[in-house]
């Protein structure tokens, strides 16, 4: 009920001039009685009647308008909460409630606001790692620095190995010990990890990564399901003729069973058939049967 009379007051104001209220548009105190709105109503609906305004621009909808004040303050309970907000004001943020029933949002809206908010939320947060490990890098440099030109910081020209302390050494487990130390190298200019294999690796500002919303999930995942199908459309462009028919004829190729061995196909009765020419004995011995012409 509030917030029809929230959009009304604001109606009423746009139509009839900033600060017109429900009494001063029916011209009666806000004391009037009942019967005195309906009385005042009554007479203003005669003189604003899209009958007698047929050429007005709006004349029907500010007829129904008036129609919905005067309902309302000839209702006790809906005057009473009018009155309120007569004295008191109608305020600016009028609720998420009230908001949401306006101006409803799509789901396309919705998608694209929460992509937006948990994209910017991403950023915050890699903003915030970043001047972490910035200040992390920095202390470590100094410390460096420190351990191979002492507190004075007076550049000494050439390398110098030193072991930096970055730190008490947590397990998996979460179990600590001791402090871990780390191999570095200084020079005049520049200071370099030092690892196992004796390669070196710069420490500097570029150190720490760098917040940027080509970073967030909202950018990245799409550009990666790109990457991922041209990689595979790359693949299949580059394999030669010879490839592909290669892995076509593979379902095409002969079986090294021979015909008719009940693996590739099924045994006839002539498959039992005798593969050489009859026989006849005669007188004990074997003779071919030669037909005669």
Do not use: C
């Amino acid at each position: 009920e509030d917030y029809e009379i929230f959009d009304l007051v604001s109606a009423v104001e746009a139509a009839e001039g900033k600060g017109t209220t429900f009494y001063s548009w029916l011209d009666v105190p806000p004391t009037s009685s009942a019967a005195e709105i309906g009385r005042a109503y009554r007479k203003l609906s005669i003189k604003i009647h899209p009958d007698k305004n047929p050429n007005v621009k709006g004349a029907h909808e500010r007829f129904a308008r008036l129609g919905v004040v005067a309902s309302i303050l000839r209702n006790a309970e809906s005057r009473k909460r009018y009155d309120f907000f007569y004295k008191n004001g109608v305020p600016k943020w009028r609720g998420t409630g009230y908001y949401y029933s306006r101006f409803r949002p799509g789901l396309g809206t919705v998608s694209i606001f929460l992509i937006l908010m948990t994209s910017t939320l991403q950023y915050i947060i890699q903003r915030i790692n970043y001047k972490r490990d910035s200040k992390r890098v920095q202390h470590i440099i100094r410390e460096a620095q420190l351990a191979a030109w002492g507190p004075r910081l007076v550049p000494v020209a050439g390398q110098r190995k030193v072991k930096v302390n970055i730190g008490l050494q947590r397990h998996e487990d979460g179990f600590i010990e001791g402090s871990k130390f780390i191999d570095m190298v200084v020079e005049t200019n520049a200071v370099y990890i030092l690892d196992p294999s004796g390669e070196m690796h710069i420490v500097d500002e570029s150190t720490a990564t760098k917040p940027e919303f080509s970073k967030t999930w909202a950018f990245a995942l799409p550009l990666l399901v790109l990457k991922a199908f041209t990689k595979r459309k790359s693949t299949e462009t580059n394999q030669s003729p010879e490839q592909l028919s290669d892995i076509d004829g593979e379902s095409s190729a002969p079986s090294d069973t021979p015909p008719g061995s009940g693996t590739s196909t099924p045994r006839t009765d002539s498959d039992y058939a005798p593969k050489h020419p009859p026989v006849a004995k005669t007188g004990g011995k074997r003779r071919k049967v030669v037909k005669r012409h």
